[in-house]
């Protein structure tokens, strides 16, 4: 399971013109999931993702996680993500997970995201979906669960 995770001052996703999500502060995460991930992979990746510290302290320092500021998190599934981009000019999409594995992870870890933290918001799963963004700094990480 991959997660692009980016610190925003906000972010929102629209589907056909509608806002459906949208955070202020926190993160956005680009959610990618392959067709050897679990459940177990969706709870590594939301301990790492609440826990990691890429919000500023008060000496400046990227000491802080998400639920240490009170940010908001807007998961947006992101299959794109698991493409195998090291040979030729176009992507391969054989590691992604098939769309209804992917489908029940992703609800999974959106529900397990909501027992653990308040400010959530979601895309909407297969999609097409207009991302919004102000990234804070820019930062940008790739989390992963192994």
């Known amino acids: 399971m991959l997660g692009l995770v980016q610190r925003v001052n906000k972010a929102s996703v629209e589907v056909d013109g509608q806002t459906v999500g949208a955070i202020d502060k926190g993160i956005l ?6 067709k050897n991930d679990s459940e177990k992979s ?4 939301l301990d790492k993702l609440l826990a990691y510290r890429i919000f500023s302290d008060e000496q400046g320092k990227m000491n802080r996680s998400v639920q240490q500021v009170n940010g908001g998190i807007l998961v947006v599934s ?3 993500l698991a493409a195998d981009t090291r040979k ?9 997970a098939p769309p209804q594995l992917a489908q029940q992870l992703y609800d999974y870890f959106v529900t397990c995201l909501r027992e653990r933290h308040t400010d959530v918001a979601t895309g909407i799963f297969a999609a097409d979906m207009q991302v919004s963004l102000i990234n804070d700094g820019p930062v940008t990480f790739m989390l992963q669960a192994d």
């Open 29 to 34: 995460l680009l959610l990618g999931i392959e």
């Open 88 to 96: 030729g000019l176009r992507p391969s999409f054989s590691s992604a």
């Open 78 to 80: 992101q299959f794109t």
């Open 42 to 45: 969706a709870d590594k990746l």
